[in-house]
Nanobody, 123 residues
Framework: QVQLVESGGGLVQAGGSLRLSCAAS????????MGWFRQAPGKEREFVAG???????DYADSVKGRFTISGDNAKNTVYLQMNSLKLEDTAVYYC?????????????????WGQGTQVTVSS
């Protein structure tokens, strides 16, 4: 059983920045692909960004150029740096872990999830 704990969410004005963290209870970063998803009220959970075991990254078109995913193997932590935040980025953000080495955007491929952290962008 792997536990994932997200932190770093909050209220920010449009154009601002936040950094989310996802701390894993086991050595997963650099070993398996991990990803960030988000879910807004009334919408399905959607892929935001992912990082493979080798450090390659992938981004949804809606966040490309604004968000950066990174991993710290020593701390078993994955980060999501979010810049130039927009109103439409408001959602609960979830960290997920797969047992794959390669990238996947499908939520069903993620075996473990964190509890989520709320990000609210105001005008």
């Amino acid at each position: 059983q792997v536990q994932l704990v997200e932190s770093g969410g909050g209220l920010v004005q449009a154009g601002g920045s936040l950094r989310l963290s996802c701390a894993a209870s086991a050595r997963t970063v650099g070993r398996y692909a991990m990803g960030w998803f988000r879910q807004a009220p009334g919408k399905e959970r959607e892929f935001v960004a992912g990082i493979t075991s080798g450090g390659s990254s992938d981004y949804a078109d809606s966040v490309k150029g604004r968000f950066t995913i990174s991993g710290d193997n020593a701390k078993n932590t994955v980060y999501l740096q979010m810049n130039s935040l927009k109103l439409e980025d408001t959602a609960v953000y979830y960290c997920g872990m797969t047992f794959r080495w390669t990238m996947t955007r499908g939520p069903d491929d993620y075996r473990y999830w964190g509890q989520g952290t709320q990000v609210t962008v105001s005008s």
